[in-house]
């Protein structure tokens, strides 16, 4: 997600360094001590606007949320959504690429990722890319705790489609899918930017949970 350059982005972030967190490599094996609780962790890789994590912080106090966006353009909007929302205390972001996830978190760190809307990199050349591709399956796995899971939603049926394989092949339990999610009017379903849009439009919304093995 790209929007419009705004150079004032790294001094406005900067100056919230409470909700924005820096140099957060530094933060590896020390994400609970920096919330100040033993509470789970719930990472969201590609928050974009950060409508979704921020629902998420307000509706669940009792969970850590942590949303990570590798444009400073995109996360600089979701922390004027935190800083609007009273700036949840269980609530933090940073700007990275997903790639670098293992110098960020330690292993068995985290408790779930989320990924909503990921960029679906449709040319087979670009495989890799996509966020449930085996590489970023096995990236996941090393951050989280056994039996740790992923949640998934998108409008792209083929990226569906092609998650459900990877995962699949991944030997992942597929806990919940959904080819219609909101047909099912789940009461708790926070939407993402990208989701009312879509959804308005009459577009189905994908979403499946996987879970990965105790061992």
Same mark, same amino acid.
């Given at each position: 997600?790209?929007?419009?350059?705004?150079?004032? $982005?790294?001094?406005?972030m900067? =100056? *919230?360094?409470d909700?924005? &967190?820096?140099?957060?490599? +530094?933060?590896? #094996?020390?994400?609970?001590?920096?919330?100040?609780? /033993?509470?789970?962790?719930?990472?969201?890789?590609?928050?974009?606007?950060?409508?979704f994590i921020i629902?998420m912080?307000? $509706?669940?106090?009792? &969970? #850590?949320?942590?949303?990570?966006? *590798?444009?400073?353009?995109?996360?600089?909007?979701?922390?004027?959504?935190?800083i609007? $929302?009273? @700036?949840?205390?269980?609530l933090?972001?940073?700007?990275?690429?997903?790639?670098?996830?293992? #110098?960020i978190? *330690? +292993?068995? =760190?985290?408790?779930?990722?989320?990924?909503?809307?990921?960029d679906?990199?449709?040319?087979?050349?670009?495989?890799?890319?996509?966020?449930?591709?085996?590489?970023?399956?096995?990236?996941?796995?090393?951050?989280?705790?056994?039996?740790?899971?992923?949640?998934f939603?998108?409008?792209?049926?083929?990226?569906?489609?092609?998650?459900? &394989?990877?995962?699949?092949?991944?030997?992942?339990?597929?806990?919940?899918?959904?080819? /219609?999610? *909101?047909? %099912?009017?789940?009461?708790? #379903?926070?939407?993402? %930017?990208?989701? =009312? @849009?879509?959804?308005?439009?009459?577009?189905?919304?994908?979403?499946? =949970?996987?879970?990965?093995?105790?061992?």
């Amino acid at each position: 997600m790209r929007l419009r350059n705004k150079p004032w $982005a790294r001094d406005y972030m900067s =100056e *919230h360094p409470d909700v924005l &967190v820096a140099e957060p490599e +530094k933060m590896n #094996n020390g994400w609970n001590k920096l919330f100040g609780n /033993d509470n789970p962790i719930h990472i969201e890789v590609g928050t974009g606007m950060g409508q979704f994590i921020i629902g998420m912080a307000i $509706a669940n106090p009792d &969970v #850590n949320y942590i949303g990570i966006e *590798h444009f400073d353009n995109v996360i600089v909007v979701a922390l004027e959504k935190a800083i609007e $929302a009273d @700036k949840p205390s269980n609530l933090k972001l940073f700007r990275a690429n997903g790639v670098d996830l293992l #110098n960020i978190f *330690h +292993k068995g =760190e985290i408790d779930r990722v989320y990924l909503n809307f990921s960029d679906p990199w449709p040319k087979t050349r670009h495989e890799k890319r996509r966020l449930t591709s085996e590489m970023f399956l096995e990236l996941y796995e090393s951050v989280l705790r056994p039996g740790g899971e992923i949640h998934f939603k998108t409008d792209n049926r083929s990226l569906f489609e092609y998650s459900l &394989v990877t995962m699949s092949q991944y030997n992942m339990k597929l806990n919940y899918v959904s080819l /219609d999610l *909101h047909k %099912e009017n789940l009461e708790d #379903n926070i939407m993402t %930017e990208y989701e =009312e @849009k879509f959804s308005s439009k009459g577009y189905p919304i994908y979403r499946l =949970e996987a879970q990965y093995g105790e061992q």
